[in-house]
């Protein structure tokens, strides 16, 4: 019988095609945390130890570039991020600040490795999203440059 959090991981874009033994494992994974409005989760330059998925309220990213902070986007629930602290261990490219009370589940690197050294079709998922968030960024410097 699944869980409350494993019917809520099937409905993430970036679980959504897993199987259901491996959700358990993400579940299993998960911490739940909560933030205030205000509140930051992540912030830029911090060193990265995991990723997290909103299960309820809204974050807005923001980056900031000579010390001016801009505002990347708003996320809610089912997006994902802090994914790239997955797989590297570099400092956090941007900071997240809950927009309204937040929650979200948090995974670790050195639980999501375990996971994924046994059910590496994950990564297969996760390049996509990647892909896009890099390709996104490179937009973003080229329109910042040409400005």
Request: charged residues 25%; hydrophobic residues 45%; negative net charge.
């Given at each position: 019988?699944?869980?409350?959090?494993?019917d809520?991981?099937?409905?993430?874009?970036?679980?959504?095609?897993?199987?259901e033994?491996?959700?358990?494992?993400?579940?299993?994974?998960?911490?739940?945390?909560?933030?205030?409005?205000g509140?930051?989760?992540?912030?830029?330059?911090?060193?990265?130890?995991?990723?997290?998925?909103?299960?309820?309220?809204?974050?807005?990213?923001?980056?900031?570039?000579?010390?001016?902070?801009?505002?990347?986007?708003?996320?809610?629930?089912?997006?994902?991020?802090?994914?790239?602290?997955?797989?590297?261990?570099?400092?956090?490219?941007?900071t997240?600040?809950?927009?309204?009370p937040?929650?979200?589940?948090?995974?670790?690197?050195?639980?999501?490795k375990?996971i994924?050294?046994?059910?590496?079709?994950?990564?297969?998922?996760?390049?996509?999203v990647?892909?896009?968030?890099?390709?996104?960024?490179e937009?973003?410097?080229?329109?910042?440059?040409?400005?």
């Amino acid at each position: 019988m699944a869980t409350p959090t494993v019917d809520f991981l099937r409905h993430v874009p970036l679980f959504q095609d897993l199987d259901e033994r491996i959700l358990k494992e993400i579940a299993q994974a998960a911490v739940e945390q909560r933030w205030e409005r205000g509140h930051e989760i992540l912030r830029q330059g911090d060193t990265g130890v995991g990723l997290f998925i909103i299960r309820s309220g809204k974050v807005e990213i923001i980056q900031e570039h000579g010390g001016t902070p801009e505002k990347m986007a708003d996320l809610g629930p089912g997006a994902v991020f802090g994914e790239m602290a997955l797989l590297d261990e570099f400092p956090r490219s941007a900071t997240v600040r809950a927009v309204e009370p937040t929650t979200c589940l948090a995974i670790t690197r050195w639980h999501f490795k375990g996971i994924l050294e046994s059910h590496p079709e994950i990564a297969l998922k996760m390049l996509p999203v990647l892909t896009k968030r890099i390709r996104a960024a490179e937009a973003h410097a080229h329109e910042a440059v040409t400005h």
